[in-house]
């Protein structure tokens, strides 16, 4: 027992040597972004040669490549910023209000179609978006659902699965007698679901809400696939466009954007990070 | 005004060996239970057969049994949560069997209170008001009012959570009785609470009874509480009424073995004898012993006729008293365990391989008999006159009160 | 349907009336963005078609042209290959970082947050930060990462180890905290050195999170496609004795969309039959999955 004190001291130190190390790895974690910052201030033909240096006295863009960002490609960047926006919202905010209603109604009626629904559901978590990357463009576009007013539709659709699949194993957990309280006090089945069960699910509506909008934000092919690109463009397919269909791109301007499309993400990120991370680790289940 | 009427109310659930999986937490553990001992027909398990009731206004009922014997169905129907598959429930007269349980006029007390976690406690107990429709004022002054009655009123913008399990209740009955229901159901409102706290909350509810003015309904499988609550008790078994009576009548006559075994703490005790009619009135035979029968109770014999009988003979454990071996009739047999219990001794002895329990006041600790109650030693008892109550053996029915 | 009455309480039977608001929009849409086109997609892979209502029945032979398919080979071995090398890097670093910030070092959440942050980037956009990285340092000795295949290969691990680190940290920091604080107490009274403790207990109890993570991570490399996409785009070339060309970084999904997309779409038929196959491939991956956490669920 003498070297007791002597072990707990070795493992404080040992403690502060980790999170020095720590520290350092994250320094490193974060230089592509960095990195990307620094780029958006260079012109173009420094970005390539001096990838990692500061922008020097003959480097240094000041504020051209955002303005040549802004309309890069002939596409406005705030229209696509907007789209994007608007389609997240409309398809989060429809997916959390039809899903939440779906898996109650399936939870609690349980009949032979909701058994069917239920695990077709589950089945499409599993299934790759290019096994119905075709058809379901083809699709979209017969349905007329190819504008960011109504593509939310596809996203309800297409993800319907995952949402579902939280959303019941929630609602099996809250007791039952809850809602034959509210039945008795006076709850017909709607007024049960949007007064009594909607707000005992906030916890999952925000982990399903979180990763419904980090997908949708993020999506690039369908999309790509449903929108007609000429009009409607959203960030993924802004940049991947600018990328691809020139030889010689303005790195410098791209990076802008890049840039531009990340810091939203950050403050997001920053702004709810507790329920992000929460919200994730529920959501691992995910085939 | 609200009298509650059961006639031949039946519950019957189709096919549940075909359900594999049971939806409901709490529940699903109960069909499992009724699969073995419950009648089960064509149509399915009869989990409530032939239920008839009528209970007067303002009073309180209260529905006993052991886990899986049907109370709790029966009360889910009364209150609309279970539809019936057959009978009649009328309210004040009107048939209920198809209304929906909002219209019923009916409140609920849950075991597991069923509070709605994301309100505070006001919001509890205002939002089945808000659901009628109640003028904002008036809400106010019957939540406080509750509030005050059940003394929570500190507790008012708290959530659910953030109170005892003693509070909860509290706030349960309190959404309960703030729109002055006709009848107030209650499932095993006590069963969640630690032993202090449910003595304590038996008191309230019989206060609180005094001051509203409901019917009560009242599931419980403790038979204390149905005792001290009760202005009748329904004792229930698979799905069966067993005996509908006052507490004093359902102690007192029991009409078959399993009211005898249920009601009374300890247990009444049991034995298997032979009842013969003699020249001078009845002679039981048992445990190597002839007792006697009180004359009393060999008038009600002849008047049910009866001659020769196998029976199942049951005495009260605070119906024993000591007695010498040598005494005619007394019982002797050896201690196996004695308890004290403050004012009284539980004395469990064996004899001739049947258990009895006695219950002696601590008075006679070291009283005239002077026995003392070491394991092992030989004891002698004899029962009070009356106290021997006769069960057909092969009924289990009483056969004084069949 | 006789099962259907059991154990219906008089308020689910009123639940049903309302099947239309309940249930009719997912349905519906359910059936527009899932079930249809699925249902379709597998029709169309045994057609020739350019255009759905030009499909012609042809049997198997998209299949067999499928397997026959060399780039379609070599973008399976390829994309087994990343993926493989992708879930041992990711979950070995994940799992020694999760296991590091939860021995209560200092500035635990912020390394967490930091290390978390990457996931929230799109696959695009990914592509595009490190492509720039690797051209940068690339360049200086006169190459690119689409220029050589190990090039995009290391370039698309150090990306998907940058990307998913953070994802599996955060699961595997979950499990490690569920593990009973008493048992380790125990473990540590009972003798057991620091690394007894973390092999014999920490690591059994981790299990679940463990299969949950390498499965996850198995299925993300299979479904791999914006990063691929933006990084190498498939590139570079290479030419087979036959005079045909693959594209050496090209991963299942993306030799998917090109067989869709690129050129005049007469072989859209084959690529159909390729989605299938990929299809049962992942789906097969992931029921194990579903499968195993179901069976756990079970035990618990």
């Given amino acids: 027992m003498a070297n007791q004190p002597q072990t707990l001291a070795s493992e404080a130190r040992r403690k502060k040597i980790l999170t020095i190390v720590f520290t350092i790895i994250c320094v490193i974690w974060v230089l592509p972004v960095v990195c990307v910052a620094i780029n958006s201030f260079k012109l173009n033909t420094f970005v390539k040669t001096e990838t990692f240096a500061l922008p020097t006295e003959e480097s240094f863009a000041r504020w051209s490549n955002f303005i040549t960002g802004m309309t890069f490609g002939n596409y406005p960047f705030w229209s696509a910023f907007g789209y994007s926006a608007l389609i997240t919202v409309l398809s989060t905010a429809l997916i959390l209000i039809c899903c939440s209603m779906a898996a109650w109604y399936i939870a609690r009626v349980n009949s032979k179609f909701c058994k069917v629904l239920y695990t077709l559901c589950i089945f499409s978590m599993v299934v790759p978006f290019q096994m119905v990357m075709f058809t379901l463009s083809k699709t979209a576009d017969t349905l007329k659902l190819n504008t960011p007013w109504t593509i939310p539709i596809v996203y309800l659709g297409f993800g319907a699965g995952l949402a579902i699949f939280m959303f019941v194993g929630f609602v099996k957990s809250i007791p039952l007698e809850i809602e034959e309280a509210a039945a008795i006090d006076g709850c017909g089945p709607v007024r049960t679901f949007f007064l009594v069960v909607l707000p005992m699910l906030k916890p999952t509506l925000i982990s399903v809400g979180i990763l419904e909008i980090m997908w949708v934000w993020n999506d690039y092919l369908l999309p790509y696939l449903v929108l007609d690109i000429n009009q409607y463009r959203t960030i993924p397919i802004q940049i991947q466009y600018l990328k691809g269909s020139y030889g010689t791109v303005d790195l410098g301007a791209t990076m802008a954007i890049i840039l531009m499309a990340i810091i939203p993400v950050i403050v997001f990120y920053l702004s709810c990070q507790k329920y992000i991370i929460k919200g994730v680790a529920a959501g691992a289940v995910k085939g | ?402 | 349907m006789k099962s259907k009455a059991v154990k219906q309480s008089s308020q689910i039977k009123s639940a049903r009336h309302f099947w239309w608001l309940f249930l009719l929009p997912v349905t519906a849409a359910f059936t527009i963005g899932f079930v249809w086109p699925f249902i379709q997609g597998i029709y169309l892979s045994f057609c020739k078609f350019k255009t759905i209502s030009s499909a012609k029945f042809i049997g198997l032979s998209n299949y067999a042209s499928a397997f026959a398919d060399e780039s379609f080979q070599h973008s399976f071995w390829y994309t087994a290959l990343t993926a493989i090398v992708c879930l041992v890097l990711i979950n070995v670093i994940a799992f020694v970082v999760a296991y590091a910030l939860t021995q209560g070092i200092k500035g635990s959440n912020i390394f967490r947050t930091i290390f978390f942050a990457p996931n929230l980037i799109g696959g695009i956009v990914l592509g595009y930060i490190w492509s720039m990285i690797f051209d940068g340092i690339l360049q200086q000795y006169g190459t690119s990462v689409v220029l050589e295949t190990r090039y995009g290969f290391w370039g698309l691990i150090i990306l998907m180890c940058w990307q998913q680190i953070g994802y599996m940290m955060i699961i595997y920091i979950a499990g490690i905290q569920a593990v009973p604080e008493d048992m380790i107490e125990a473990a540590k009274i009972d003798g057991a050195t620091k690394a007894q403790t973390l092999f014999k207990v920490i690591i059994p109890n981790v299990m679940p999170s463990i299969t949950i993570c390498t499965f996850l991570s198995l299925t993300n490399g299979f479904k791999l496609f914006d990063q691929n996409l933006a990084l190498t785009g498939g590139l570079p070339y290479e030419q087979l004795a036959d005079g045909k060309t693959i594209n050496t970084t090209e991963m299942m999904a993306l030799n998917i969309y090109n067989t869709f997309y690129s050129g005049t779409g007469a072989s859209r038929g084959v690529a159909q039959a390729k989605a299938v196959i990929f299809f049962v491939l992942v789906a097969a991956m992931g029921l194990a999955q579903l499968s195993y956490t179901r069976k756990r669920e079970v035990q618990q």
């Fill in chain 2, 1 to 402: 005004m609200a009298e509650v009427s059961l006639k031949h109310i039946t519950k019957i659930y189709p096919n549940i060996e075909k359900t594999k999986k049971h939806r409901f937490g709490k529940k699903a553990a109960e069909p499992e239970k009724k699969k073995s001992n419950l009648k089960v027909t064509d149509e399915g398990v009869v989990a409530v057969e032939d239920f008839n009731l009528g209970i007067a206004d303002r009073e309180f009922v209260v529905l006993v049994g052991p886990s899986g014997c049907g109370k709790s169905t029966t009360l889910r129907m009364i209150a609309g949560l279970e539809s019936i598959s057959g009978g009649e429930l009328t309210i004040d007269g009107k048939v209920m069997n198809e209304v929906a349980p909002k219209d019923r006029d009916i409140a609920m007390v849950f075991q597991s209170y069923a509070l709605y976690p994301h309100m505070t406690v006001y919001d509890n107990m205002a939002f089945p008001l808000k659901l009628r429709k109640a003028p904002e004022d008036q809400i106010d002054q019957k939540v406080r009012q509750a509030a005050e009655t059940l003394g929570i009123t500190q507790y008012l913008d708290r959530k659910p959570k953030a109170l005892s399990g003693g509070q909860r209740q509290r706030v349960a009955i309190g959404r309960a009785i703030v729109r002055d229901p006709k009848v107030l159901l209650m499932d095993e409102p006590l069963s969640n609470l630690d032993a202090k706290l449910r003595n304590q909350m038996r008191a309230e509810i019989i206060k609180l009874r005094k001051r509203i003015n409901a019917t009560f309904v009242y599931v419980t499988h403790d038979q204390t509480e149905a005792m001290t609550l009760g202005d009748r008790i329904v004792i229930m078994k698979d799905g069966v009424v067993q005996q509908i009576g006052t507490p004093q009548e359902v102690f007192n006559e029991p009409v078959n073995l399993f009211v005898a075994g249920f009601i009374g703490v300890p247990q009444m005790n049991f034995f298997d004898g032979h009842l013969e009619k003699t020249a001078s009135g009845y002679a039981l035979h048992s445990l190597d012993n002839q007792i006697a029968v009180s004359s009393e109770t060999c008038k009600d014999l002849e008047t049910a006729g009866v001659t020769s009988l196998d029976v199942t003979a049951g005495v009260r454990p605070e119906q024993i008293q000591l007695a010498d071996a040598d005494e005619p009739g007394a019982i002797s047999g050896t201690i196996d365990v004695s308890e004290l219990m403050g004012s009284t001794v539980h004395v469990h002895a064996s004899v001739k391989g049947y258990d009895f329990v006695l219950v002696i006041p601590t008075i006679d600790f070291d009283g005239a008999l002077g026995r003392s109650f070491t394991d092992g030693a030989p004891i002698s008892f004899k029962f009070e006159p009356n106290a021997v109550h006769f069960f057909d053996k092969a009924s289990g029915k009483n056969i004084i009160k069949p």
